[in-house]
């Protein structure tokens, strides 16, 4: 027990001193990130009717499917998820590698933002503020308490090598940096796919079982 406590003690470090040496480059993702959210709302905000209804009806065929028992196939679910997550990190490590990809990241954190703020503000649109915070909870919130941290940690590792590497062009620097992006790119990539899993097997649970208490 106290072999365990002194890793999670060291790991807490890591993580808290990995945050300090970069708290700048934190901030700019984040704020990124809530542009896109703040435009994922206004987007459903300005909709006019025909889209709306397109999207109550998506919505609401979905959740009387749930109530109907309509089975999810979670190996489905599970496989596209992984795959999705894997493409992620993969593209995210790729254009965090170029000079010219730091638009391009900073473009997919705006959008994974932008899809948060549209799904909480059409099930709310949708369903009402009750029932859509229900839904926003229990089919979004809990992988994304993973996932969200580990897109803005990705996009902070692509600012941080192409400062290094703006900073000291020597190849046997770049070479080091591209190695530290890759290998914590691969650690946020096993964190992506755990996130994938909650998705799959706690949020579409927790979804299920309390589908009966959204109107």
């Known amino acids: 027990m106290r ?8 790991v807490k470090n890591v993580i808290i001193e990995h945050i300090n040496n970069n708290l700048k480059e934190y901030i700019i993702v984040l704020l990124i990130f ?13 909709a006019n009717t025909e889209q709306i209804n397109e999207i109550s009806s998506y919505i609401t065929n979905f959740i009387n499917q749930l109530k109907d028992n309509a089975s999810i196939d ?23 590698s170029t000079v010219i990809g730091m638009p391009i990241v900073h473009g997919i954190v705006a959008y994974r933002g932008f899809c948060i703020g549209y799904t909480i503000s059409s099930a709310i649109s949708s369903l009402g503020v009750g029932s859509g915070i229900i839904f ?56 992506l796919e755990i996130s994938a899993l909650i998705e799959t097997y706690i949020s579409t649970n927790l979804l299920q079982s309390c589908i009966k208490y959204i109107n």
């Not at 435009?39 to 905000?45: A, D, E, K, P, Y």
């Not at 070479?175 to 096993?190: A, D, G, P, S, V």
Request: charged share 20%; glycine share 4%.
């Open 3 to 10: 072999n365990i406590g002194k890793r999670s003690n060291k």
């Open 34 to 46: 809530l542009i896109g959210v703040v435009f994922g709302v206004i987007f459903v905000n300005k």
């Open 74 to 96: 979670k190996s489905e679910l599970l496989k596209s998820s992984l795959i999705s997550n894997l493409l992620l990190a993969i593209l995210l490590w790729f254009v965090g």
């Open 136 to 191: 926003s909870l229990t089919s979004i919130f809990f992988q994304n308490i993973i996932f969200i941290p580990c897109i803005l940690a990705l996009a902070v590792s692509g600012i941080k090598l192409y400062k290094s590497i703006v900073k000291d062009k020597r190849k046997e620097n770049i070479k080091i940096e591209i190695t530290r992006h890759t290998i914590f790119c691969l650690l946020m990539l096993i964190l």
